[in-house]
């Protein structure tokens, strides 16, 4: 069974940056898709930003040029650089990892529990 962990999260004035961390148990991220999903009350989850296994990258347009992805497959860890933060940008930030199954377009997938991101303005 696949645990993440994510860490990082805090309170930060707005303008400031975090790094969020998700480290993954009994699976490296080697062939994983991973994803930075967030989530704020009465809204549901969406997607921040996310990288495959061959390091194609993808952001939502409202993080676009402010947050980087990247996973070091040193440390089996995948990292969220976020920049210029805005109050909106305030959520729970959840770790995703999709792993192949061997059957084409089928995942497994897992979640971590979340890190909360507070930005002040």
């Known amino acids: 069974q696949v645990q993440l962990e994510e860490s990082g999260g805090g309170l930060v004035q707005a303008g400031g940056s975090l790094r969020l961390s998700c480290a993954a148990s009994?699976?490296?991220?080697?062939?994983?898709?991973m994803f930075w999903y967030r989530q704020t009350p009465g809204r549901q989850r969406e997607m921040v930003a996310s990288i495959t296994s061959g390091g194609d990258t993808r952001y939502m347009s409202a993080v676009k040029e402010r947050f980087i992805i990247s996973i070091d497959v040193t440390k089996n860890t995948v990292q969220l650089q976020m920049n210029n933060l805005k109050p909106e940008d305030t959520a729970v930030y959840y770790c995703n990892a999709q792993f192949p199954t061997g059957t084409p377009n089928r995942y497994m997938s897992y979640w971590g529990e979340g890190t909360l991101v507070t930005v002040s303005s």
């Open positions: 009994a699976r490296t991220f080697s062939d994983a898709n």
